[in-house]
């Protein structure tokens, strides 16, 4: 059994198959999950778990080179907009839509209990050497 980092057997497994180049989109839970890349479904309530909590999990175990989130958040949820480019100093940013259909093409889709607008970002993965 592990005893640090992401327990969740389905998540860690699924961040083990990743490569460089692979999107993980890490999105709220009303976020529409497209038919084709694999789904680790985390939400339990509404806010259950946060996105801030399953990002920040997601940072430490996954090397990332790139991150794309939707320009409507910077005015519908100004909190999740300062969280992100908080960690990611050269976040793109694209109309909703746009990220919905970049998310089509993601490899792995995690989504959080999160209630708020817009608490959506595609990472694309990088290598740690």
Known sequence: MKKAGILNRHLSGALAELGHGHGVLVCDAGMPIP?????VDLAFRAGVPSFAEVLDGL???????????????RTANPAVTALLEGRFPDLAYVPHERLKDLSSGARLIVR??????YANVLLRCGVFF
């Open 59 to 73: 940072l430490a175990e996954l090397v990332v080179e790139g991150a794309t989130a939707a320009e409507e958040a």
């Open 112 to 117: 959080t209990g999160e209630a708020r607008p």
């Open 35 to 39: 038919d084709g890349p694999r789904v």
